[in-house]
């Protein structure tokens, strides 16, 4: 029987990797994308190996009305890997209530208006899986990254709330958290900074986003049948 996921930022370096383990495992897959539509074509031919369907969504999910949008575009759905997002960084003092806004909505507010909409759906099977990607910020805090771990924080409790209601259903919720990834959210940094940040990371190096993409395969498949509210750090024991 074919098993479909939606896959949420899949243009982005968590979310293309994710996207590409999943392919592996045979998961026919939706997947999102907001203003790279060359990217979500260029993945869509790297995936056409795997012989699954891909099918792109537009949708922007800094507004409500995107969510309704992806919504509309689904038919038979088996799990959701909320992997959207952006990143915010500077004094709280100086963020701006649009800055706010903006990141309130694409990390809190679609997520749950999403995955609200979807359950009747996922509730059609006997398993079904939802996992949200959060960050090690949700879990422990950043000076001048106060607004960004504040909705990731929102995302780890939304998770852990969620997992006891739907639990019967025979759906699981759980959330990755990872600590410093090699994507696109590293650009801002210098060589130099990225070279300090190493320091301070046990492991002594950045994360890689298919490390990321091998916990969302694990998450989604029958050998994390009772697992459930959980928060997966990947993060090379940087916060414990």
């Known amino acids: 029987m074919k ?17 590409h383990r999943l392919a592996e495992d045979g998961w026919n897959l939706y997947l999102h994308y907001n203003r790279n539509k060359e990217a979500c074509i260029e993945l869509m031919k790297e995936l056409e190996p795997y012989l699954i369907e891909a099918i792109p ?3 922007d999910l800094e507004s409500p009305e995107g969510v309704d949008r992806l919504v509309e575009s689904l038919f038979q759905l088996d799990a959701i890997v909320y992997a959207s997002g952006t990143s915010h960084y500077g004094l709280f003092m100086d963020t701006t209530p649009k800055e706010m806004d903006d990141l309130i909505q694409i990390h809190i507010k679609s997520p749950m208006k999403l ?17 949200v990607i959060s960050s090690i910020w949700g879990q422990t805090g950043a000076a001048c990254e106060v607004l960004y771990s504040t909705v990731k924080g929102a995302q780890i409790s939304f998770v ?23 994507t696109n959210m590293m650009k801002g940094f210098t060589d130099e900074d990225i070279e300090q940040l190493k320091e301070e990371i046990p492991a002594g190096r950045l994360g890689k986003p298919e490390e990321v993409a091998d916990a969302v395969s694990f998450l989604l498949s029958p050998r994390s049948s009772y697992i459930t509210g959980q928060v997966l750090s990947i993060n090379g024991g940087w916060y414990t």
């Open 57 to 59: 969504i537009s949708a």
């Open 160 to 182: 852990k709330a969620l997992s006891k209601e739907v639990a019967m259903n025979g759906m699981r919720v759980n959330a990755i958290a990872p600590g410093a990834i090699d």
């Open 3 to 19: 098993r479909f996921a939606l896959i949420t930022g899949a243009s982005g370096g968590m979310g293309r990797k994710a996207a």
């Open 115 to 131: 995955i609200q909409m979807c359950l009747p759906k996922l509730m059609r099977n006997e398993q079904s899986s939802i996992v």
